[in-house]
Structures are given as C-alpha cells and as structure tokens.
C-alpha cells in the first residue's frame, strides 16, 4: 500500500449521483438515511453523501470550481439529489451552493428555482394560487409592524398564525378570536413574518399528506392531532395512518400543485373542506415518510435512474450563456 504524500489532498472517487444533505452534526432524518442506503446499493462507489459544510466553491482562471474542505478538487456530479429542508436555507449559503452546482452542469433533483418558491409559505402560495389550485384566505406583510398588522379590518379569526418558513408544524398555532391575536403579536419573533391563514374548520387536527414523484402519487398518509390539537404533524405528537388511494381527489390534487411548482419531489399536505374537497395547505420540497411507506425510496431512486438516462441521451444542461442552468431570466438569487 502506497502512503500518500501528506501534502496532497485526497481526492475521493468521482460520483454520478450525489446527495447534499445538511451540515453537520445535524443527525440525518430516517427517511433520508433509508434513501441513502437504497442509492449505494443502486450504485454504490459512484454514488457519494455530502454534507453542506464539507465542500468549498468559487472561481479560478474563470471557471466554476468545486473542491473538498481539504482542497481536493471535485468534478460536478450528474445528479444531485437535494435532501436538506429548504425553509431554513440562506441566499448567501445554501441557495448559493445550489445555484453553483447547477451552473456547473449538475441536475438538481428538486432544481433551485422549485426549492425557492417552497421555501417560503406565502411564495408557495403565491404559484398554487395563480395555477387556479384551491388554497386558504391568507395575508401576510413585509415590513409592517405586527402589532399593526394583527389589527388590520381584512384579517379576520378565528385564523391560523404560522412562520413563512417554519417547518414540523413549529410555530403554527390558532388565534381564536382579535384579542388573543393582539395579545400573542407582542410576544412573536419580529425576524421572520408570519401569515395568517383561513381557519378550514372541517380539517381542524387532520391533514392528508400525498407523496408525489416525478407527477405521480406514490403513497398517502393521514395526520391526526392528539387531544383536539391544531397541528396534526408527527412532530407535535400526531398520529399517522396510510391511506393511499382513499382520496383520488387529493392526490390529483396534490400531483397538480407539485407540478406548478416545478417539484420532482413533493409532501403535499391537504386540508379537508366541506364535504369531499380538498384545499391545499403547503408544500414540502424535502418530505419525510414513515417507515409503512415502502415504495417511496424506490419511487425516487427510479426518478433519478430516469434523470441520468436523460443527460445521457440529451446531454447535460447548459452551463454557458445568459441562462445558465435552469433560472428564468431576470431571476435574484440574493
């Protein structure tokens, strides 16, 4: 065995296919672990986890570069399966990593520009609404002082108060009626605003989250809350039951709204309205799933084999020009 001179980098093994998960020691979620398993036995040595925090970027004599915190460089993969929750990603960080290996000719799986408008709740919002999908009265603000905002005449109660960007039903409760919602408004966290949506009061503790993979529904899951709770998630102590194939309205639904977001990938949460509608709750680009639902790792383990065969028969997508990768024209990153 030859020792390598301690002065070079090691340089790991080029991958086809990457996952890029968050930094560490942040502890991978299962159904993320359960994922990564079934792509290294796909494809073992050319499939490779990265965390954000192991990887340095930029440039050098006027080309993209990518290389290892210990100066190794690193060839852009094929395909980057994106598993990192994108409501907490920063412009100057996360977005910024992404945005590089896009241009560098990598195919993100869910692309930058899908997980922008998932992000945030109001720009999910923003598209569902415009794609004429059913979703909740909502208002929301930029600058406005909250304490204003909470007595404007077209927010009505009982509402719900969510973050535009929390996640795990964190930060998502009732404001039953104008004097409870000034109350709270003094005590909320100014750095990131809030929304404050229509209470669907048929779906009061129970949402249907639908998985969907490259626009189809893989598999279903019915949330109920514990003790007549708002927030139904798993998190929040919620209970889970499979539903696939109960409520094909949902799921087309669901498959519609992944699809005006430009998601691969998709955990589309539903509200039950009255009688046998659905009304669109939010958006996950990153879902989890329970340990039940079976064919999810392999729906999107074929969606990346299907991803490769295109870039090898099509070519990668170009990473000269004035649109470099997949942004549309005009789009601020920062």
Known sequence: MVTPHPALPTVPAPADVWMLVRQRPTVL?????????????????RFAV???????????????????????????PEVVCVRQVAGPMHNDREVTLLRHLEHMGSTLINTVDAQLKSRNKVWQLQELALAGLPVPDTISYA?????????????GTPCVVKSVSGAKGGQVFLAPDPHLLSEVAGSLAQETPFLFQEHVAPSHGRTLRVVVVDDEPVDAVLHTSHNGALAANIAKGGSATLCAGRFPQA??????????L?????????????GDAFTLCEVNAVPGWRPEMTAIAPAITACIARTLSARRREGPPPTTGPHRGRFAEGQALS
Request: hydrophobic share 45%.
């Open 262 to 274: 430009g998601l691969d990938i998709a955990g589309v949460d539903l509200l039950f309205a009255s």
């Open 251 to 260: 799921e087309e639904l669901a498959v519609r709204a992944a699809r005006s």
């Open 50 to 76: 990265w965390h954000t925090d192991e990887l340095l970027f930029g440039v050098q004599d006027g080309r993209l570069v990518l290389r290892t915190l210990g100066g190794a460089d690193l060839p852009a």
């Open 29 to 45: 979620r299962r159904s993320t672990r359960e994922l990564a398993a079934v792509l290294t036995e796909t494809y073992g040595s």
């Open 143 to 155: 600058t406005a002082p909250l304490e204003g905002v909470v007595r404007s005449p077209q927010l």
